[in-house]
């Protein structure tokens, strides 16, 4: 009997202990179960042929800001996390697909934390209505990327999909929806271009902040171009 009792003493002393996210409020998303393409990973994490001598100096501020993370966010963590308003943000070191862009708009000015929402609040059903939500949770909205596609539909930045890599300029945002799982995704288009012409992505799709040529890798499904700040 007395075994017993401690063993549930000692799980209601570590659910206590667990951050519970507020009823409703899952992770942003999951692990993506898929890998970056693998003939192009390696040739992306070097300088392409195509820009051999292009300074660091002259690639736009968001680009500069999204690669800046590289080496520093190693960590794809989905979990749920209070932040504080404005402003918010989880741990340098750790991440989803949607902070690479939530980081590098809040460095021009723009944080898309308070943006979103703001326009929930006062706009909540013109926003997907999928995770049992009845009202704006202003910790997690901004990181889930169909909630970015609303908003920035919202604001008028959506352009046609193509797959023609002229298509795309640095500083563009693009989704997509990854093969096998659906997981929606996203990542800010670099000044940088493989060995095929066509643009790396700066992202996270699972292993850290990365710069990798997956622009037609996955499905596309939003292209999106923030005007200049």
Do not use: K
């Not at 951050?19 to 070097?46: K, N, S, Y």
């Not at 190693?74 to 949607?98: I, N, Q």
């Amino acid at each position: 009997m007395w075994p017993a009792i401690g063993a549930m003493i000692t799980l209601a002393a570590l659910l206590i202990a667990i951050r519970l996210p507020p009823f409703g409020a899952a992770p942003v998303d999951p692990v993506p179960e898929v890998a970056p393409a693998t003939a192009t990973v390696g040739e992306a994490r070097q300088p392409p042929a195509s820009d051999p001598a292009r300074s660091e100096a002259q690639a736009p501020p968001r680009v500069r800001a999204a690669r800046a993370r590289i080496g520093r966010t190693r960590l794809y963590d989905p979990a749920y996390v209070a932040l504080d308003y404005p402003g918010g943000d989880v741990a340098e070191d750790r991440g989803v697909c949607s902070d690479v862009v939530v980081r590098a708009l809040r460095a021009e000015g723009l944080d898309l934390q308070q943006a979103v929402h703001e326009d929930m609040r006062a706009h909540f059903d013109a926003y997907p209505q999928r995770w049992g939500l009845r009202r704006p949770d202003r910790s997690i909205d901004h990181r889930r990327v169909p909630n970015l596609e609303r908003w920035f539909e919202r604001q008028g930045w959506s352009l046609p999909l193509r797959a023609r890599a002229g298509d795309y300029r640095p500083g563009d945002l693009v989704s997509w929806r990854l093969p096998g799982s659906g997981l929606p995704h996203i990542g800010i288009v670099s000044d940088r271009r493989g060995s095929d012409g066509v643009p790396l992505i700066i992202h996270n799709v699972g292993h850290g902040t990365r710069e990798e040529n997956v622009l037609f890798a996955y499905t596309l499904n939003g292209h999106y171009r923030p005007p200049p700040h």
